[in-house]
C-alpha cells in the first residue's frame, strides 16, 4: 500500500456560526493527527529508500509466531515475549507494498559471525524497541526468517499486534564479533 497524505478538511473560519466553527476546528485538529502518523511513516519510506545509514524498513507488527509467511508488510517474530526471539520472520514487502527482497537479502553479506544489527522501533514511539544481533539469514519463499540474538530492549515485549514499527538494520564488518 503506498503511502499518501491525507488532505486537510476545510480550515474554520471567523464567518462560520459556532457550532460550525467548533466542528471545523474539531476535524482540523483529528486531521493533524493523523498527518503526524502519516508523515513519520513516509519518512520512514524515504529513510529505506534513500538511506543514510542504517537500512529501514516498514512493517506491521504480528504476534503470531508460527514459521510461515506473515504476509504483505508484515513482521513477526518466533517467540511470544518478544525479548526472547531468536528469529524475525520479515515478509518481502515492507507495509508500504514496496518489495525490500534485495535490502533483506543484504542482511548475510558481511562474512563475520555477526553480519549486523537490527533494532525494531514502534513509528511514533521510538522508547519502545528491540536490538538484535544478526547471525545467519535463511530464505523460504515469499519472507525471510532473520536468526538473531537479543542485546537490547526497552521492555519484554514491547510491540502490540498490528504496531507500525520500523526494522533498521546495520551491517557487520566482514571482522565483526559479537558485542556480548
Same mark, same amino acid.
Given at each position: 500500500?503506498?503511502?499518501?497524505? /491525507? #488532505? !486537510? #478538511? #476545510?480550515?474554520?473560519?471567523? &464567518?462560520?456560526? =459556532?457550532?460550525? *466553527? %467548533?466542528?471545523?476546528y474539531a476535524?482540523?485538529?483529528?486531521? =493533524? ?27 506491521? *507488527?504480528? &504476534?503470531?509466531? /508460527?514459521?510461515?509467511?506473515? $504476509?504483505? $508488510?508484515?513482521?513477526?517474530?518466533? =517467540?511470544?515475549t518478544q525479548?526472547?526471539?531468536? @528469529?524475525?520472520? +520479515? ?9 525490500? /527482497? @534485495?535490502?533483506? %537479502?543484504?542482511? %548475510? %553479506? ?10 525494531? @522501533? ?9 536490538? *538484535?544481533?544478526? &547471525?545467519?539469514?535463511?530464505? !523460504? ?14 521492555? +519484554?515485549?514491547?510491540?502490540?499486534n498490528s504496531?507500525?514499527? @520500523?526494522?533498521? *538494520? ?6 565483526? /564479533?559479537?558485542?556480548?
Amino acid at each position: 500500500m503506498p503511502i499518501s497524505l /491525507t #488532505p !486537510p #478538511p #476545510p480550515a474554520p473560519l471567523r &464567518t462560520m456560526s =459556532q457550532a460550525d *466553527f %467548533d466542528a471545523a476546528y474539531a476535524a482540523f485538529i483529528a486531521w =493533524q493527527e493523523t498527518s503526524i502518523d502519516e508523515l513519520n511513516a513516509m519518512i520512514a519510506v524515504i529513510n529505506g529508500t534513500v538511506g543514510a545509514g542504517a537500512i529501514a524498513i516498514p512493517y506491521t *507488527f504480528s &504476534t503470531t509466531t /508460527t514459521d510461515s509467511d506473515p $504476509g504483505s $508488510g508484515n513482521l513477526r517474530l518466533n =517467540q511470544a515475549t518478544q525479548n526472547t526471539a531468536t @528469529v524475525i520472520r +520479515a515478509d518481502l514487502n515492507g507495509s508500504d507494498g514496496i518489495s525490500k /527482497t @534485495v535490502l533483506l %537479502d543484504l542482511f %548475510d %553479506d558481511a562474512s563475520g559471525p555477526v553480519k549486523g544489527y537490527v533494532r525494531l @522501533v514502534k513509528l511514533g514511539d521510538e522508547t519502545k524497541y528491540l536490538i *538484535f544481533e544478526v &547471525t545467519a539469514l535463511a530464505t !523460504p519463499s515469499g519472507y525471510r526468517n532473520i536468526t538473531v540474538a537479543h542485546r537490547a530492549s526497552s521492555s +519484554a515485549s514491547p510491540f502490540a499486534n498490528s504496531d507500525a514499527i @520500523v526494522l533498521y *538494520f546495520t551491517r557487520g564488518g566482514d571482522l565483526s /564479533t559479537s558485542i556480548a
